[in-house]
């Protein structure tokens, strides 16, 4: 299936959509030195049916190769994965693994491939309720270049902790396929998820035995931050556009990605993924090179409770914008316990989008005024005022906005990622 055909079916209510991570910081201790550097993160979800694309996170594998593609946001000379079982009821037994430079689609280039091993073992059993990274890979990466992730399972994993919207196609095959540079033995139905995979460091090209702190940026939301709506596989998020332009202007920092689509600062959904109060320490928080987290969330709560109510958005009780602001607050005492920086962003307009309500636009209206003029965050992007329409601010501009009118096309992105300043960061 195409990656159209399979972004088509998202329903308008849906896409608004514990051991190591690199060294899991204690409380009060997120300006610990760590030799390792973030350089690709995704939020898990729990395991979970979705009628708008069809994910393989509920019934898991059984002897199957999954190979996995992703972007990474800073270089170096060594890299490691991490694997997620968070939300495991039982542990995950992982056969092997390996990882390559990626030669498009769910092909590897041949001389790139290498094994990844967990405590020199070619195998790893992940508990329930964990994470765990690997031991460190000798191959060398760019910013912004993109590698395979290639996971195999002997036997059955049960359902699987993922992340839903993953914007690119993830492959699996019968059998073990690890160490395939072509891409043949995965030419079946791909998926529109990532599994297992939390995240990708690297040790820094001019310090292989040393970090360098603190520098990573996390951009933290919902289907805005996770991309709905960008060109399929090109990697034009806000987030991929923003690591771009520090990377033209050689400021290179990894930006984390750490959105989810549909997700609420005040409630959980099965589909959706916990709330942002809840997610927030291991999410950003849980990794000690953040220095500054960009805060976009607050529509889902908003706009939810207009729509039709399913398993996915139930419960999505009305609220008032003190209610999230009260959240946003509360997310702001955490990253500064922490010695994050915090920068809020405006929540964009929606007028046209089939659940809009002069009530719901009200909330965002003092939600975003609250955002620009309390002080409460360390810095403000006002993303409303980069994508509206001049003549019509209630809305997005025309030129920016995708066809259900609450999405952005890439050019909104970008637009989005130009009105960040670099130096806020």
Same mark, same amino acid.
């Given at each position: 299936?195409?990656?159209?055909?399979?972004?088509?079916?998202?329903?308008?209510?849906?896409?608004?959509?514990?051991?190591?991570?690199?060294?899991?910081?204690?409380?009060?201790?997120?300006?610990?030195?760590?030799?390792?550097?973030?350089?690709?993160?995704?939020?898990?979800?729990?395991?979970?049916?979705?009628d708008w694309y069809a994910n393989w996170s509920e019934e898991g594998f059984?002897?199957?190769?999954?190979?996995?593609?992703?972007?990474?946001?800073?270089?170096?000379?060594?890299?490691?994965?991490?694997?997620? /079982?968070?939300?495991? $009821?039982?542990?995950? +037994?992982?056969? @092997?693994?390996?990882?390559?430079?990626? #030669? !498009?689609? =769910?092909? &590897?280039?041949?001389?790139?491939?290498?094994?990844?091993?967990?405590?020199?073992?070619?195998?790893?059993?992940?508990?329930?309720?964990?994470?765990?990274?690997?031991?460190?890979?000798?191959?060398?990466?760019?910013?912004?270049?993109?590698?395979?992730?290639?996971?195999?399972?002997?036997?059955?994993?049960?359902?699987?902790?993922?992340? /839903?919207?993953?914007? $690119?196609?993830?492959? +699996?095959?019968? @059998?073990?396929?690890?160490?395939?540079? #072509? !891409?043949? =033995?995965? &030419?079946?139905?791909?998926?529109?998820?990532?599994?297992?995979?939390?995240?990708?460091?690297?040790?820094?090209?001019?310090?292989?035995?040393?970090?360098?702190?603190?520098?990573?940026?996390?951009?933290?939301?919902?289907?805005?931050?996770?991309?709905?709506?960008?060109?399929?596989?090109?990697?034009?998020?806000?987030?991929?556009?923003?690591?771009?332009?520090?990377?033209?202007?050689? +400021?290179?920092?990894?930006?984390?990605?750490?959105?989810?689509? !549909?997700?609420?600062?005040?409630?959980?959904?099965?589909?959706?993924?916990?709330?942002?109060?809840?997610?927030?320490?291991?999410?950003?928080?849980?990794?000690?090179?953040?220095?500054?987290?960009?805060?976009?969330?607050?529509?889902?709560?908003?706009?939810?409770?207009?729509?039709?109510?399913?398993?996915?958005?139930?419960?999505?009780?009305?609220?008032?914008?003190?209610?999230?602001?009260?959240?946003?607050?509360?997310?702001?005492?955490?990253?500064?316990?922490?010695?994050?920086?915090?920068?809020?962003?405006?929540?964009?307009?929606?007028?046209?989008?089939?659940?809009?309500?002069?009530?719901?636009?009200?909330?965002?209206?003092?939600?975003?005024?609250?955002?620009?003029?309390?002080?409460?965050?360390?810095?403000?992007?006002?993303?409303?005022?980069?994508?509206?329409?001049?003549?019509?601010?209630?809305?997005?501009?025309?030129?920016?906005?995708?066809?259900?009118?609450?999405?952005?096309?890439?050019?909104?992105?970008?637009?989005?990622?130009?009105?960040?300043?670099?130096?806020?960061?």
């Amino acid at each position: 299936m195409t990656a159209k055909k399979l972004l088509v079916a998202l329903p308008l209510t849906a896409v608004l959509m514990t051991a190591a991570v690199p060294a899991v910081a204690a409380p009060g201790d997120s300006t610990a030195f760590t030799p390792w550097r973030s350089a690709w993160a995704t939020a898990p979800q729990a395991p979970t049916h979705t009628d708008w694309y069809a994910n393989w996170s509920e019934e898991g594998f059984d002897n199957q190769s999954v190979r996995q593609v992703i972007r990474v946001g800073a270089e170096g000379s060594r890299l490691r994965i991490r694997l997620s /079982n968070v939300y495991g $009821t039982a542990p995950l +037994r992982v056969t @092997g693994a390996t990882i390559a430079r990626s #030669a !498009g689609g =769910a092909a &590897a280039r041949a001389e790139s491939v290498r094994t990844v091993r967990f405590g020199g073992a070619q195998g790893v059993s992940v508990p329930a309720g964990g994470e765990l990274s690997s031991d460190a890979v000798a191959l060398p990466v760019r910013a912004l270049e993109q590698l395979t992730v290639t996971l195999y399972f002997r036997g059955r994993t049960g359902p699987a902790t993922f992340h /839903n919207f993953a914007d $690119t196609l993830t492959y +699996r095959a019968s @059998g073990d396929h690890l160490d395939d540079a #072509a !891409g043949e =033995a995965f &030419a079946g139905e791909p998926s529109l998820s990532w599994y297992y995979l939390a995240g990708v460091d690297v040790k820094p090209l001019e310090s292989p035995g040393g970090g360098r702190g603190r520098d990573a940026v996390v951009a933290f939301g919902d289907s805005l931050t996770d991309g709905v709506g960008s060109t399929f596989g090109a990697d034009r998020r806000y987030p991929d556009v923003l690591a771009d332009r520090l990377v033209a202007e050689g +400021r290179t920092r990894p930006v984390l990605n750490l959105g989810i689509g !549909g997700n609420k600062v005040l409630n959980d959904s099965p589909c959706f993924g916990e709330s942002a109060l809840a997610r927030f320490r291991r999410d950003v928080l849980g990794r000690r090179d953040v220095r500054t987290v960009i805060v976009l969330q607050g529509t889902n709560d908003i706009v939810l409770p207009d729509s039709p109510q399913d398993r996915c958005t139930t419960p999505s009780p009305f609220v008032t914008s003190a209610q999230i602001v009260a959240g946003h607050q509360e997310l702001i005492r955490e990253a500064h316990a922490r010695g994050v920086k915090v920068i809020g962003a405006t929540l964009p307009p929606y007028q046209g989008f089939a659940y809009w309500t002069e009530r719901g636009d009200r909330v965002r209206s003092e939600v975003n005024q609250w955002i620009r003029t309390s002080g409460a965050y360390d810095g403000v992007v006002d993303f409303d005022r980069a994508v509206a329409d001049p003549e019509h601010p209630e809305r997005i501009a025309a030129q920016y906005v995708s066809a259900d009118l609450i999405h952005m096309k890439d050019a909104g992105y970008k637009a989005m990622a130009d009105a960040v300043d670099l130096n806020s960061l």
